[in-house]
């Protein structure tokens, strides 16, 4: 099968806990983790005079999703994983914090130190479905999609109606010309959530694959209508283009 050359579905990756528990004060900790993604300078600051207070554990935390947010990707994984090492709290939240090293890792463009993290991380809440997504976007993107299939067919085992899941799992099926076994997520997917943007641009993809321009274009269209500013759309007009470029 002659395959369109196909940007790879972005899934973007949020902070997300893991079963995390909340350090005391919890009122502190909560306000500066907030701070820190929604406006991370601010989050550093607030962080570092916390620390300088006392603040422990929570702070550090704290500073470290700040890095995230400013950029400092590299360093901010290295804390979160001595972090991660050090603390004397629950699997939980040592698993949460090894999660967002994963994530910082993989925007730091080392997928390798990601799946370490990652793994490390699922040894100390296995099965979590949180961390599975996040081993599957890294593997989706080094290429690895068999792999993606197998840790996404066990996410989707504890919960089925997981449609970010189901929908990267279609990408993977795509790259390994199981078309039907795509089409069959993509379409699950959607009976949960029309509007899911990334769903209907992996459909526009499929679409594309059997000679369906018409409805590929519907696709990236609809997507680009509902979520201009997202990556998604961003992949639909680049995709758009390439079919432009095909027609002319």
């Known amino acids: 099968m002659k395959r369109l050359t196909i940007l790879l579905v972005p ?4 902070a997300v806990p893991v079963g995390a528990e909340v350090i005391e004060p919890k009122s502190e900790y909560r306000a500066c983790l907030a ?3 929604q406006k991370p300078d601010d989050g550093w ?3 570092i005079a916390w620390q300088s207070l006392g603040g422990g554990e929570p702070a550090r935390h704290c500073a470290a999703v700040a890095l995230i947010g400013l950029g400092k990707y ?3 994984a290295k804390r979160l994983e001595a972090l991660a090492s050090q603390s004397h709290s629950s699997g939980g939240l040592r698993a949460e914090m090894l999660a967002q090293a994963g994530q910082a890792w993989l925007l730091a463009g080392d997928a390798v130190k990601a799946l370490a993290a990652q793994d490390t991380g699922l ?3 296995p099965g979590s479905p949180d961390l599975l997504l996040d081993k599957a976007v890294t593997l989706a993107g080094v290429g690895h999609y068999q792999e993606v299939v197998e840790v996404l067919t066990s996410l989707l085992k504890s919960q089925p109606n997981r449609i970010e899941a189901m929908t990267l799992r279609a990408s993977a099926y795509r790259y390994l010309d199981k078309l039907d076994l795509a089409k069959d997520d993509i379409a699950r997917a959607l009976v949960l959530d029309p509007s899911f943007g990334d769903a209907l641009l992996e459909r526009g993809m499929l679409r594309r694959l059997e000679d369906n321009a018409a409805g590929a274009r519907e696709d990236w269209m609809k997507t680009i209508t509902l979520a201009p ?3 998604a759309a961003d992949t639909a ?3 758009l283009e390439i079919l432009d470029v095909k027609v002319k």
Request: glycine letters at 0%; a neutral charge.
């Open 45 to 47: 600051e607030e962080a």
């Open 74 to 76: 590299a360093e901010a």
């Open 237 to 239: 007009r680049r995709n």
């Open 229 to 231: 500013d997202s990556p």
């Open 35 to 37: 701070l820190a993604r």
């Open 11 to 14: 899934i973007l990756l949020a």
């Open 123 to 125: 040894k100390l809440v």
